[in-house]
């Protein structure tokens, strides 16, 4: 099971990286075979090194988590997360039964 949601946003960089723009550092960002396995405290910990020369500042859940999950490719996230990927069906059918 995914530890956070912000596990999905390493999937996918560019994304994260349209959203901090200059200063983000992608770099920081470690390449993890199994997302979904990676303890919170890494996420939280990679998230805060990554962004924390950007104009926006480090990574906020509050501030930043909404935008940044909005911004996200769908489809690389459901590639590597198989919970990415119950979500993301479980949506469209709901969408489709309202």
Same mark, same amino acid.
């Given at each position: ?10 999937d ?5 990286a349209?959203? @901090?723009?200059? #200063?983000?550092? *992608?770099?920081? !960002?470690?390449p993890?075979?199994e997302? %979904?396995? =990676?303890?919170? /405290?890494d ?15 480090? @990574?906020?859940? #509050?501030?930043? *988590?909404?935008e !940044? ?5 769908? %489809?690389? =996230?459901?590639? /590597? ?18």
């Open positions: 099971m995914v530890q956070t949601m912000e596990s999905w946003f390493l996918d960089r560019k994304a994260i349209d959203y @901090y723009g200059p #200063g983000f550092r *992608s770099n920081a !960002i470690p993890w075979p997302i %979904e396995l =990676v303890p919170k /405290s996420v939280y910990d990679t998230l805060r090194r990554s962004t924390q020369d950007t104009r926006k500042g480090r @990574y906020h859940k #509050g501030r930043h *988590s909404f !940044i999950l909005r911004r996200l490719d769908p %489809e690389k =996230v459901v590639n /590597s997360s198989a919970h990415a990927e119950m979500f993301v069906n479980s949506l469209k059918e709901f969408s489709s039964s309202a």
